[in-house]
């Protein structure tokens, strides 16, 4: 008996034998065998995906909720407060309709690394000439210790306020950057380990932003008026751009396909393949539901406690705290420390992600065959000592951190379609995906997504830069850099239109089939 060979899930290398050694994200002693119930492997089952357990779903849950740490990091949390406190209730709304947007975009970056095998930067190494690949890597690298720099300074901010001021800024980066070593100790016992004590920081924020809550007692109508009516002023512009472009983080794309190889699939069988993406889409909805609420917790406490003051307009990250101490007194528990816990929280959760994160990224573009501890510290250093360097000269001045987290916002903006494109391409092509491949609908969809989610951080870097760039050297500078980047994102999108695997001269692909 024969297959359709158009019903397979998967593309195979027709010249495997000779495809050399390649970095991959998990060895297979790592993966999680989900382990299948009265299910039987047979030649007719090939294609059907079996029922629905909830024992499996608890054997698939946990990549996602590793990616939903990147929608609650301390850049997200300060994006939260300044949008409550600026434009109050009023941008619940997009809040809601950016964290689906982000689950579209994490959803297909799962899609590609559970049908493929393989993550987004070990394909973009196959699939790109080297100049364009080298680019990509770069720009990854940037975007990742952008990111990191907020979560460290997040984190060594939380140190500071829980310590009553006596840990300064730059020590609070040594501590933070000892995670790296959690990090290790705790891969040594497993994926799951790592994936509980994510789970626990998630509970603490949960805990910790939810006792917030309920000491500001926000508006309970107000908060639903909020999320199901959209309002947008000029007034509120900037906020709501805010809170779009910090939901989607280019690192947290590279990850998400990296993590969902955690879990033993079975590629050569579709239901197999088919399965995975369910179990996936569910704990990945689940987890930035979560998410979701905790920002919603974060925004509305803001919103209740800052809206329409004089305040409004200068709370940030390291003062937040002390605003919120200011306004709503001691308690039971002071809500500064409660503030400081759940910070730290977000802070080591994310920074750790984001070593997991750099990992797979350096690991993928360059094919580095490295140990786990090597490729931690190589990853760790990148981020940590800039970190120390700004740590150092921005201890003293709360103003100055917060200019620096606007060019750091900036920096993170500029490399959105680095990663949105590239996976978009990728997905849509049946010579990487097989019969996944995305629909018609789906494509038209994502891509609408993405051309908004670039547009939206293009009025940023736009606003950005013409409040910044003063003196014709530095326009020039800044006019040439642009030229040049617009110049790149038109070639992505030249290949996601004319797309030939850069391989295929050497290494043709065919479509996997087999008979019986």
Not at 127 to 135: D, F, Q
């Amino acid at each position: 008996m024969s297959r359709n060979p158009q019903e397979q899930p998967l593309l195979v290398d027709s010249f495997r034998e000779e495809e050399e050694p390649r970095e991959t994200a998990y060895d297979s002693s790592e993966k999680i065998v989900v382990v299948g119930v009265d299910e039987s492997d047979s030649e007719e089952n090939w294609g059907r995906v079996p029922p629905f357990s909830w024992k499996k779903l608890w054997l698939f849950t946990g990549p996602g909720f590793l990616m939903s740490i990147a929608f609650l990091d301390p850049g997200n949390l300060e994006g939260d407060l300044q949008a409550g406190a600026i434009a109050g209730y009023s941008l619940l709304w997009l809040l809601m309709w950016a964290t689906a947007m982000g689950l579209l975009i994490q959803l297909l970056s799962a899609r590609l690394g559970v049908a493929t095998g393989k993550h987004l930067a070990e394909l973009c190494r196959e699939e790109y000439p080297t100049w364009a690949r080298m680019v990509l890597w770069i720009m990854a690298e940037l975007a990742l210790i952008g990111s990191d720099i907020q979560e460290v300074i997040g984190s060594a901010i939380a140190i500071r306020i829980l310590s009553h001021g006596v840990i300064p800024l730059w020590a609070g980066v040594v501590i933070t950057a000892l995670d790296c070593f959690i990090f290790l100790f705790l891969e040594n016992y497993g994926v799951r380990s790592l994936e509980a004590f994510f789970a626990v920081l998630i509970g603490v924020m949960a805990i910790s932003f939810a006792w917030m809550f309920g000491e500001a007692k926000p508006s309970g109508k107000e908060l639903l008026l909020g999320i199901l009516i959209p309002k947008l002023s000029s007034k509120t512009i900037q906020q709501a751009v805010g809170v779009v472009g910090c939901l989607i983080m280019p690192h947290n794309v590279f990850l998400h396909s990296a993590l969902v190889q955690s879990r033993q699939v079975d590629r050569s069988k579709k239901g197999r393949v088919q399965e995975a993406l369910n179990y996936y889409s569910i704990e990945s909805t689940l987890a930035l539901i979560v998410s979701f609420i905790i920002n919603i917790f974060v925004t509305t406490v803001f919103a209740k406690g800052f809206y329409d003051t004089q305040l409004a307009n200068s709370i940030g990250l390291a003062n937040a705290g002390q605003y919120l101490q200011e306004t709503y007194g001691g308690g039971l528990f002071p809500i500064l420390y409660i503030w400081g816990i759940g910070l730290l929280a977000a802070g080591q959760s994310s920074t750790i992600t984001g070593t997991y994160a750099g990992q797979f990224i350096m690991g993928g573009f360059l094919n580095l065959r490295l140990k786990k501890w090597i490729r931690a510290l190589i990853t760790r250093s990148c981020a940590i000592i800039p970190t120390m360097i700004v740590a150092l000269i921005f201890d003293t001045s709360e103003e100055s951190l917060d200019v620096l987290n606007e060019w750091l916002n900036v920096l993170q903006s500029v490399q959105i379609p680095f990663a949105l494109i590239p996976l978009l391409c990728l997905v849509s092509k049946e010579q990487i995906m097989g019969t996944f491949r995305i629909g018609a609908v789906l494509k038209i969809i994502s891509w609408l997504v993405a051309a908004l989610v670039i547009v939206i951080n293009g009025y940023l870097l736009t606003e950005f830069f013409s409040s910044e760039v003063n003196g014709p050297m530095f326009g020039a500078v800044v006019g040439a850099i642009t030229t040049a980047y617009v110049a790149f994102i038109v070639y992505l999108i030249w290949r996601a239109i004319t797309f030939l695997p850069w391989q295929s001269v050497t290494r043709p692909k065919t479509i996997a089939h087999s008979e019986s």
